[in-house]
């Protein structure tokens, strides 16, 4: 909820921000209508990603930047389909 | 429905100690872990049936070596544990529509700023939350009501700093992932790598890093000073982390 009045508060002065959590605070995002939020299947205190995942961090960034670039109103949220772990097959649910 | 063995778990007579009392203990207790803070958002049952598949699953990686089940499992009760309850009241912070600012350029060519709740600073720039210089993250946790009080200090993180110039603290999460690698909350090295794959124009020089376990509205006073020390960096755009 902390990063969610940044946003809203950084948005308000005209520069454009993305926000990027856990599926388990997706509610948050919901509920505060944050101006573009990026929803990761990653276990909390992992946002990004797992430690020396370098690949899934990446990628889960440049989701973050596609979003920047393509929203068009307030309060859209994306649901990111990546595996937590590399080599893994499937995504976290 | 309650097994057998539930049942006895439940005696308090026998064990000193309900079900209830066991999984709450994990939130801030007795046995406090914050990866599984969320068994005391769980009702009974629910916890219950969370750690008779994490036994199944465990059960099943002697012979697999698959790790991965135990880890969705965790991950769907952090899910279900957190989820708003059926009658709970609404969060004041509930709004119906939000800022939007439109984009002006491409990300491609833009100045990306970062903001984090990670709890992350540098090390010879302690917050030194208290007053307390070099407070371990073990105080933090024990401390999590007095920092819920409290308005968060806001730490300056160079976009060229080493890792070892950080340390990382925070009473409302397990900071072990955080320790071992900053990206997962604090991506200092992938924006450097988005800015040299040309995925982004440039990089702040400054990030900024808080924990976000805070009195809601003490940071909402101090917001407008943060803002102008964000603005000061000139991104064109944010990337927020909340933990």
């Known amino acids: ?80 389909d990546l595996p937590f772990r590399p080599g893994w097959s499937t995504s976290l649910p | 429905m309650s097994t057998g063995g539930y049942d006895r778990a439940m005696d308090t007579d ?14 801030y207790g007795s046995r406090s872990d914050l990866n599984f803070k969320f068994l005391k958002g769980m009702s009974d049952e629910e916890a219950s049936e969370f750690f008779r598949h ?61 903001v984090s709740s990670s709890g992350h600073f540098l090390r010879d ?9 070099g407070m371990t993250q073990a105080e933090a946790e024990d401390r999590i009501d007095d920092f819920l009080r409290e308005a968060p200090a806001l730490s300056e993180i160079p976009h060229d700093c080493l890792p070892d110039d950080l340390a990382v603290r925070h009473g409302g999460y397990d900071v072990t992932s955080a320790s071992i690698d900053r990206n997962v909350s604090l991506p200092v090295d992938v924006l450097a790598e988005a800015e040299a794959a040309g995925l982004i124009g440039g990089r702040t020089t400054t990030y900024f890093s808080f924990p976000g376990a805070t009195s809601q509205g003490r940071l909402r006073k101090i917001l407008p000073e943060w803002i102008d020390r964000i603005a000061e960096e000139e991104p064109d755009v944010m990337l927020l982390v909340p933990l």
Do not use: N
Request: hydrophobic content about 40%.
């Open chain 2, 54 to 114: 994490l036994l199944d699953r465990l059960g099943d990686a002697y012979d697999t070596g698959d790790l991965a089940p135990l880890i969705q499992l965790a991950y769907e009760a952090q899910i279900q544990a957190y989820a708003p309850k059926p009658g709970s009241p609404p969060s004041r912070y509930t709004y119906d529509d939000g800022p939007f600012a439109p984009t002006s350029m491409p990300v491609a060519g833009s100045t990306v700023g970062l």
């Open chain 1, 1 to 80: 909820m902390s990063v969610g009045h940044v946003a809203r508060a950084i948005e308000e002065t005209g520069t454009p921000t993305v926000v990027v959590m856990v599926r388990a605070f997706r509610h948050v995002a919901e509920r505060m209508t944050l101006p573009r939020t990026v929803i990761t299947p990653f276990p909390m205190g992992r946002p990004l990603g797992a430690a020396g995942d370098t690949e899934t961090q990446l990628a889960t960034v440049t989701a973050a930047f596609d979003l920047l670039d393509r929203a068009a109103g307030p309060g859209e949220i994306i649901d990111l």
């Open chain 2, 14 to 27: 026998t064990y000193g100690e309900s079900f209830e009392e066991f999984r709450k203990s994990f939130s």
């Open chain 2, 125 to 133: 720039d302690d917050p030194k939350p208290f007053g307390i210089e």
